[in-house]
């Protein structure tokens, strides 16, 4: 099993950055492909990005590519969103997960009731 704390949320004008933090508890961190999902108020639970155990692949959804990037740190057991050029969009609760399946886009993007474990969120409000 695997615990995950999400932080660095917070309120931000439309250009700031971000970058938010997820740590995980757990001996086997490196063997959970992990990423990072989003709430918007009213809104559906939506993907953002998924790297996999190695950080060797990685991949984010259409909407934040180019300004969002995911990286991990196996050593520290974190993992991290780096958020560029926000935009009012972009405000939401932003979800830490992790799953112990193979990295798969597919399963991330399109499937995420699979994805095992989950944090409890922090919020992003972008201001315009």
């Known amino acids: 099993q695997v615990q995950l704390v999400e932080s660095g949320g917070g309120l931000v004008q439309a250009g700031d950055s971000l970058r938010l933090s997820c740590a995980a508890t757990?001996?086997?961190?490196?063997?959970?492909?992990m990423g990072w999902f989003r709430q918007a108020p009213g809104k559906e639970r939506e993907f953002v990005a998924v790297?996999?155990?190695?950080?060797?692949?990685?991949y984010v959804t259409d909407s934040v590519k180019g300004r969002f990037t995911i990286s991990r740190d196996n050593a520290k057991n974190m993992v991290y969103l780096q958020m560029n050029s926000l935009k009012p969009e972009d405000t939401a609760t932003y979800y830490c997960?992790?799953?112990?399946?193979?990295?798969?886009?597919?399963?991330?993007?399109?499937?995420?009731?699979?994805?095992?474990?989950w944090g409890k969120g922090t919020l992003v409000t972008v201001s315009s």
């Open positions: 997960a992790a799953d112990p399946a193979p990295y798969s886009t597919v399963r991330w993007y399109r499937e995420s009731n699979r994805v095992d474990y």
């Open positions: 790297i996999s155990r190695n950080a060797g692949s990685t």
């Open positions: 757990g001996r086997t961190f490196g063997s959970y492909t």
